[in-house]
């Protein structure tokens, strides 16, 4: 059974850090690429970053280039997202998707992705 779990969410003030981690189980996480995708209230749900599964070169939002790290842990069969310099506006709800493949697509298209997980709450605030 393919399943993604993140964990690692929470209330941070502004300034901030949290690292995120998505477990996968079920499957290898070798040979996909791995979105990390967040969803505010009342709003769409955006791409953040995209890591291709062959050199794990990373693409990110505009949003969150130079704050955010997105990395994979293949012998762990995990990744995560490490959030420096938290802002308001990050709040959302945090989700991790993969899709077998080497490269990322050029869109951070929700379409793109086959298995999800059940996503995690950041919350920035003071």
């Known amino acids: 059974q393919v399943q993604l779990v993140e964990s690692g969410g929470g209330l941070v003030q502004p300034g901030g850090s949290l690292r995120l981690s998505c477990a996968a189980s079920?499957?290898?996480?070798?040979?996909?690429?791995i979105g990390w995708f967040r969803q505010a209230p009342g709003k769409e749900r955006e791409g953040v970053s995209c890591?291709?599964?062959?050199?794990?070169?990373?693409d990110y939002a505009d949003s969150v280039k130079g704050r955010f790290t997105a990395s994979r842990d293949n012998a762990k069969n995990t990744a995560y997202l490490q959030m420096n310099s938290l802002k308001p506006e990050d709040t959302a709800v945090y989700y991790c998707?993969?899709?077998?493949?080497?490269?990322?697509?050029?869109?951070?298209?929700?379409?793109?992705?086959?298995?999800w997980g059940q996503g995690t709450q950041v919350t920035v605030s003071s």
């Open positions: 079920g499957f290898g996480l070798d040979y996909y690429v």
């Open positions: 890591t291709n599964s062959n050199d794990h070169s990373t």
């Open positions: 998707a993969v899709t077998p493949g080497s490269y990322c697509s050029s869109s951070f298209s929700v379409w793109d992705y086959d298995y």
